[in-house]
């Protein structure tokens, strides 16, 4: 396989988006072809820094939400030819040290989507959360027609077949589980591998509502389309 890109959505992610992006291009540089950064309409510095950081940045002009910015990424991956994609966080929860796993993994050859599943620390997560996680990653298994044990972990690499045959309508968090979902369907195949997560104290934009909310209505429009 050729080299893939990595793509980072980012929302007000100032405090560490510089490091990680300063952490890949130091220790990882030779594996990826680009990382491109999706501002989604930040009111701090998010942008300034990731581009000084080295990051191709593009920008939105307010705030889309997460599956929207994720959207931008992949459109701009495909327009540049890359048949592979790495997205990771912007928080910093996501290693880096992983990435040599996930092209390893991939470049077996017999996969089109590598997914991480999170090592969960059930003294640092909320039960509410674990709870929300393992059902979303049971009804997502199901609706996707294969096992995947963190249906909400957004550290996955990505071929981009894939993204040029799904067809994606959502535009918040609920967008990483319309792709898994789809495609499955469409018969891709989808593994996982253990990821470390990191705990550094970053508050969550995600409202587990919310969240459940969005995977709710994801839920009924997939039921009606099988």
């Not at 890109?5 to 929302?11: E, G, K, Q, T």
């Not at 993204?163 to 495609?183: G, H, M, N, P």
Request: with cysteine; charged share 25%; net charge neutral.
């Amino acid at each position: 396989m050729t080299k893939p890109c990595i793509v980072i959505p980012a929302y007000n992610e100032s405090k560490y988006i510089g490091r990680l992006i300063d952490e890949i291009f130091s220790k990882f540089g030779n594996l990826i072809a680009d990382l491109i950064v999706v501002d989604d309409g930040s009111d701090d510095e998010t942008a300034e820094i990731a581009s000084e950081a080295g990051a191709h940045v593009i920008g939105h002009r307010r705030n889309m939400g997460k599956g929207m910015a994720l959207r931008t990424g992949f459109s701009y991956a495909l327009r540049s030819g890359y048949d592979s994609i790495i997205t990771m966080d912007s928080d910093g929860q996501h290693d880096p040290a992983d990435i040599p796993r996930f092209i390893a993994r991939f470049s077996e050859g017999d996969v089109d989507i590598v997914l991480g599943a999170r090592e969960i620390d059930r003294c640092r997560m909320p039960l509410h959360r674990r709870l929300n996680n393992r059902l979303v990653s049971a009804v997502g298994s199901w609706l996707s027609g294969q096992k995947v044990p963190d249906f909400q972990c957004g550290y996955r690499l990505i071929r981009s077949e894939v993204l040029e045959r799904v067809s994606l309508e959502t535009c918040r968090y609920e967008t990483e589980s319309e792709l898994l979902i789809k495609a499955g369907r469409l018969g891709y195949k989808i593994v996982s591998i253990p990821i470390r997560t990191i705990y550094n104290g970053a508050k969550s934009n995600v409202d587990p509502l919310v969240e459940m909310k969005l995977f709710t209505l994801l839920l009924f429009r997939s039921l009606r389309e099988r």
